[in-house]
């Protein structure tokens, strides 16, 4: 089955303590992204990559950090974590294509709350 | 920039019509996404439009008139399961047109 896996699902951590949160897709996908949600602001980019060892920025990518060795994974990790990452966060993969709809898929999405 | 803007909520009963609009500004535009989302579930994909007109997909349509950076999605015949966020997108602005830029989303709130 075609998926985007995202791990774990919830976590309640506190303000300064390292966490990754991994994410995996096996539709061979070039591109994977992290989108953080917060109520009344959407769905919001944080990092993206187009490749293996190829990430850039998004919108909100202060205080993230994203790593792509292998085209599968593309965790998330949040060195030192403060409450104003408490959010539900979302992977997604795409297969990249200049033209058409860059349909874009999700993983369950993680509830990060921080203390 | 890019941004787009939606309604925030809409309202509706079983059986009606509703639509919901989309107006967005973007510097090079590849075409228009439309995302459901369910409450807390992962968003996923209904529909896109690159060129003008209507495009259907069963009792969802949706529309794009890019003179005027506008489109729309259409549910029909709405069902207490369409009750969900609707997010229309557009790739952007980056050379590749990888980013996904979403609107804030409108909630659709059908009733019996």
């Known amino acids: 089955e075609a998926q985007v896996t995202q791990n774990p699902r919830y976590l309640i951590t506190v303000t300064g303590k390292k966490l990754t949160v991994t994410c995996s897709q096996n539709?061979?996908?070039?591109?994977m992204s992290w989108y953080r949600q917060d109520p009344g602001l959407g769905l919001r980019q944080i990092y993206y990559s187009m490749n293996v060892e190829v990430t850039d920025k998004g919108d909100v990518p202060e205080g993230y950090k994203v790593s792509r060795k292998e085209k599968r994974n593309f965790p998330l990790i949040l060195e030192s974590p403060s409450p104003n990452q408490t959010s539900l966060y979302f992977c997604?993969?795409?297969?990249?294509?200049?033209?058409?709809?860059?349909?874009?898929?999700f993983g369950p999405g993680t509830r990060l709350t921080v203390t | 920039g890019q941004s787009l803007e939606q309604p925030s909520e809409v309202t509706a009963v079983e059986g009606a019509i509703v639509q919901i609009n989309c107006t967005y500004q973007?510097?090079?535009?590849?075409?228009l996404s439309w995302y459901q989302q369910h409450d807390g579930g992962a968003p996923t994909f209904l529909s896109y439009n690159a060129l003008d007109g209507l495009e259907e997909t069963g009792r969802f349509s949706s529309f794009l008139s890019r003179s005027d950076s506008y489109g729309y999605l259409l549910l029909q015949e709405l069902q207490m399961k369409d009750s969900a966020s609707y997010f229309c997108?557009?790739?952007?602005?980056?050379?590749?047109?990888?980013?996904?830029?979403f609107g804030k989303g409108t909630t659709l709130s059908v009733s019996s």
């Open positions: 973007t510097s090079g535009f590849y075409g």
């Open positions: 997108a557009v790739r952007g602005p980056n050379q590749a047109g990888t980013a996904l830029i």
């Open positions: 539709m061979n996908h070039e591109y």
């Open positions: 997604a993969s795409a297969s990249y294509q200049e033209q058409g709809s860059y349909e874009q898929y």
